[in-house]
T-cell receptor
Framework: RKEVEQDPGPFNVPEGATVAFNCTYS??????FFWYRQDCRKEPKLLMS???SGNEDGRFTAQLNRASQYISLLIRDSKLSDSATYLC????????????FGQGTELSVKP | EAGVTQFPSHSVIEKGQTVTLRCDPI?????LYWYRRVMGKEIKFLLH????????ESGMPNNRFLAERTGGTYSTLKVQPAELEDSGVYFC??????????????FGEGSRLTVL
């Protein structure tokens, strides 16, 4: 079983749509959670951290459910520029920068 | 400010040859990481330097891979001899603080390695 599992997609949505990505992680010792974004043939970039209380950054909302070991990312009012692969990432306590990546969910926003 | 730079951007070699990948982290970042993405798989951790010391090399696949960071500045990752399964994109990342505190690693654009 993979440590971090995501639906690979692709998700094809029209501009303005709301889209949600889900992610599950297997190790209950996971301590920190993040969403990274990766454009085609580019490097991954941190989109946002995910906190237990849930957090929002503009059109993006991230949620964490530790009991279910489940992380989500909601994108409202999708823009063409949101097209990318979204990577669910976890980190263990005392593991330095050893991030554990999911395979990524591909999003394509169409006009 | 310059980001993480990697060289070469793409390398095509034959099985059995040697390749050396280079990473220049963001100036002042003590933490340097190597990750790899094999086609169809997720990005996986290879190792972590703090300055010139290897903090964690648990992700290195085998002894054909050698990473160095002499002087605590740039790093190299050598694959010798290369095998077909080594093909993939090798990402370098750096951070000022250990990634666990903020999750933010700054990645380079990667070095794509193709072994024929």
């Amino acid at each position: 079983r993979k440590e971090v599992e995501q639906d690979p997609g692709p998700f094809n949505v029209p501009e303005g749509a709301t889209v949600a990505f889900n992610c599950t992680y297997s190790n209950s010792a996971s301590q920190s959670f993040f969403w990274y974004r990766q454009d085609c043939r580019k490097e991954p970039k941190l989109l946002m951290s995910v906190y237990s209380s849930g957090n929002e950054d503009g059109r993006f909302t991230a949620q964490l459910n530790r009991a279910s070991q489940y992380i989500s990312l909601l994108i409202r009012d999708s823009k063409l520029s949101d097209s990318a692969t979204y990577l669910c990432v976890v980190n263990m306590e005392n593991q330095g920068g050893k991030l554990i990546f999911g395979q990524g969910t591909e999003l394509s926003v169409k006009p | 400010e310059a980001g993480v730079t990697q060289f070469p951007s793409h390398s095509v070699i034959e099985k059995g040859q040697t390749v050396t990948l280079r990473c220049d982290p963001i100036s002042g970042h003590d933490n340097l990481y190597w990750y790899r993405r094999v086609m169809g798989k997720e990005i996986k951790f290879l190792l972590h330097f703090v300055k010139e010391s290897k903090q964690d090399e648990s992700g290195m696949p085998n002894n054909r891979f050698l990473a160095e960071r002499t002087g605590g500045t740039y790093s190299t990752l050598k694959v010798q001899p290369a095998e077909l399964e080594d093909s993939g994109v090798y990402f370098c990342a750096s951070s000022q603080r250990p990634g666990s505190s903020t999750g933010e690693l700054f990645f380079g654009e990667g070095s794509r390695l193709t072994v024929l």
